[in-house]
C-alpha cells in the first residue's frame, strides 16, 4: 500500500479547526448532534470486545425494514471509511482492475490506487445531469475487472442515479461475476423522496455502505457498516475487519444503537432542516448569474459550476472566500474534478449561516468579477 494524504482530509474543516470558519459550507452532513440527543444511560456499559461482526442488535436495526437481509448480512465496522478499506483491501490487488464512477468520495478513489490497482475512471458528465452511462461502464470492462465503485445518492452532486440503470447494471455484473460497490453513506438524507432499499439486496454481488455520520449527525461516533448476502465475502471482510481492529469501540455501538432505535426522531429534525435550507439554497440559485447546478434530489450537498463564460483563477476564489469572507466549501479538486466546480453543503449551517454564508459567496464573486 502507498498511502498519500487526500485534499478533502489535508484541507478539511477539521484540520483548519472549526473555530476557524465563520460559516462552513464545506460539511456533507447535517449538524453534528450532542450526547445529551442521544441520553445514554451507560453506567453499566461493560467495556468489553464486542461481536466481533458487531453489536446484535445494532446489525437488527440495520437490516429491520429489509424483507430480504438479516444480521448476518451486515459488519459492523468503525465508520463507513473503514467499511470502504475492507472492501477494496479485501477484493483488490495491483493485478486488478476497477471502474470508478468520479466525481466519488476521495476514499473510493485513493485506497484502490495505494493498493496499486488499475483503474478507469468514468466521469460524470453535467450536461447529463450526472447519470450513469451504462454502455460505457460495459466497454470499459477487461477481463481482469473485479470491482465497479459507485456513490448514490451521489457525493459531491447530491443526484440520485436512475434506479432502472442501477438494476439493469447489478444483473449485468452478477452475470459477469464483477462486484458493486454502492456507497450508500448518504441515504437517508432523503428529505424530499422515499428511502429506497440497500441495493445489496439484490445480488450476491452487491456491498452496500453506510454509516451514522451523515444523516444522524454523528460522525465523531465512527460507527458505518457494510451488506452483502455474499457468505463467503462476509467471511473474508470480517477476517479483514479483525485484522485491523478486531472489535468496534462498545461506547461507538451502544451510541450508534440509541440513534438507530429512535431514527425517525433523528431523521425527523435533520429533514427539517434540510428542507428549510434547501429552499434557501433554491431560491439564491433560481436566477444566479454566475453559477449554476443539476439541482440536487436528496443529501446534504449540491456541486456547484460557475458558468463557461465566467473564468477567473478558481483556486485563488476559495483562498479568499476563506480567509476574508470566512467562508469555506469544497473546491472540485477535492473529487479530482476542475475548480470550476464546488460543493456547497447545505445541510450543516444554520438558517442563518447558511443565508449569511451565500452572501459572502456573492461578496466574494463580485470581487472577482469586476
Ligand atoms: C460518500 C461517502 N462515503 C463515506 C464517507 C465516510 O463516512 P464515515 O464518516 O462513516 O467514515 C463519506 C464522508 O464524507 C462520504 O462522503
Redesign the pocket.
Known amino acids: 500500500m502507498k498511502y498519500q494524504r487526500m485534499p478533502i482530509e489535508v484541507e478539511s474543516p477539521e484540520e483548519l479547526g472549526y473555530t476557524n470558519i465563520q460559516y462552513n459550507l464545506a460539511e ?1 452532513s447535517v449538524r453534528d448532534r450532542t450526547i445529551s440527543d442521544l441520553r445514554p444511560n451507560w453506567d453499566n456499559l461493560v467495556l468489553n470486545y464486542s461481536d466481533h461482526r458487531g453489536m446484535p442488535s445494532l446489525r437488527r436495526l440495520i437490516c429491520e425494514n429489509s424483507a430480504e437481509l438479516n444480521s448476518n448480512d451486515v459488519l459492523v465496522t468503525q ?4 467499511a ?1 478499506f475492507i472492501v477494496n483491501t479485501s477484493l483488490l490487488s495491483s493485478a486488478d482492475h476497477l471502474i470508478v464512477i468520479r466525481p466519488n ?1 476521495a ?1 473510493n478513489i485513493e485506497t484502490p490506487r495505494a493498493i496499486g490497482a488499475e483503474i478507469t475512471f468514468i466521469d460524470l458528465d453535467f450536461e447529463n445531469n450526472y447519470q450513469l452511462d451504462i454502455d460505457l461502464i460495459k466497454y470499459q470492462i477487461k477481463p481482469n475487472t473485479k470491482l465497479i465503485s459507485i ?1 448514490n445518492p451521489h ?1 459531491p452532486t447530491g443526484v440520485e442515479f436512475d434506479m432502472v440503470t442501477i438494476f439493469s447494471l447489478i444483473d449485468f455484473l452478477a452475470e459477469k461475476k464483477i462486484y458493486l460497490l454502492v ?1 450508500e ?2 441515504r437517508e438524507l432523503n428529505f424530499q423522496s422515499r428511502i429506497s432499499p440497500y441495493f445489496a439486496e439484490k445480488s450476491k454481488y452487491v456491498i452496500s ?1 453506510s ?1 451514522v ?2 444523516a444522524f449527525g454523528l ?1 465523531g461516533i ?1 460507527i ?1 457498516w457494510l451488506i452483502c448476502k455474499n457468505e463467503q465475502l462476509q467471511l473474508l471482510f470480517l477476517a479483514a475487519k479483525e485484522q485491523i481492529i478486531i472489535t468496534n469501540s462498545v461506547i461507538d455501538e451502544y451510541l450508534a444503537n440509541l440513534a438507530l432505535e429512535h431514527k425517525s426522531e433523528f431523521l425527523k429534525i435533520s429533514h427539517e432542516r434540510l428542507s428549510k435550507n434547501f429552499e434557501i439554497t433554491k431560491q439564491w440559485m433560481q436566477s444566479h448569474p454566475y453559477l449554476e447546478w443539476n439541482e440536487p434530489k436528496t443529501g446534504a450537498i449540491a456541486f456547484l459550476k460557475f458558468k463557461e463564460n465566467i473564468d477567473f483563477d478558481f483556486s485563488e476564489f476559495y483562498n479568499v472566500l476563506l480567509k476574508e469572507y470566512g467562508t469555506q466549501v469544497g473546491p472540485g479538486h477535492w473529487f479530482e474534478q476542475s475548480d470550476r466546480y464546488f460543493r456547497l453543503g447545505f445541510g450543516y449551517p444554520t438558517e442563518a449561516e447558511l443565508r449569511a454564508g451565500l452572501l459572502q459567496i456573492d461578496k466574494c464573486i463580485s470581487l472577482f468579477i469586476i
Do not use: E, Q
Open positions: 456533507s465508520s463507513a471509511a473503514m470502504l468520495y476514499t456513490t457525493n456507497d453513506t448518504y455502505i454509516s455520520s451523515k460522525p465512527r458505518g
